[in-house]
């Protein structure tokens, strides 16, 4: 995958917000911890009926920032960086979790 290499700064929110800025765009950001290899992407702890608008978000922007993130002894994740926006496709939500496909690298993030 190959996206810019000139790469342009997102802007996070306050801690607890699962969403990011880039170029006046607000994108849904998702953990590299859940990045199972082979462009794909499984987060057991996202559930039917919880996280709605970032769910929303990721099934119509297609698009979203990858971040790298610490785990915390808590179990919660405390982002430390971004790393690229990804288009992606495959969206699937059940009682196992999330899951999509990486498609595309579209922007590299500082």
Known sequence: MSGSR??????????GWWF??????TLPCV?????MGKNTYFDPGVKPGL??????ALKTKKRV???N???KENGRFKRTGYIA?????NIK?????LTFQFKKRLQDLS
């Open 6 to 15: 000139n790469p342009v700064k997102a802007l996070g929110g306050k801690p």
């Open 20 to 25: 990011a800025v880039v170029k006046d765009e």
């Open 31 to 35: 953990h590299q911890h859940w990045w």
């Open 51 to 56: 996280f709605n608008e970032w769910v929303d």
């Open 65 to 67: 920032i990858l971040t």
């Open 69 to 71: 993130d610490i785990l």
């Open 85 to 89: 926006i990804y288009e992606i496709g």
């Open 93 to 97: 939500l059940d009682q196992t979790g």
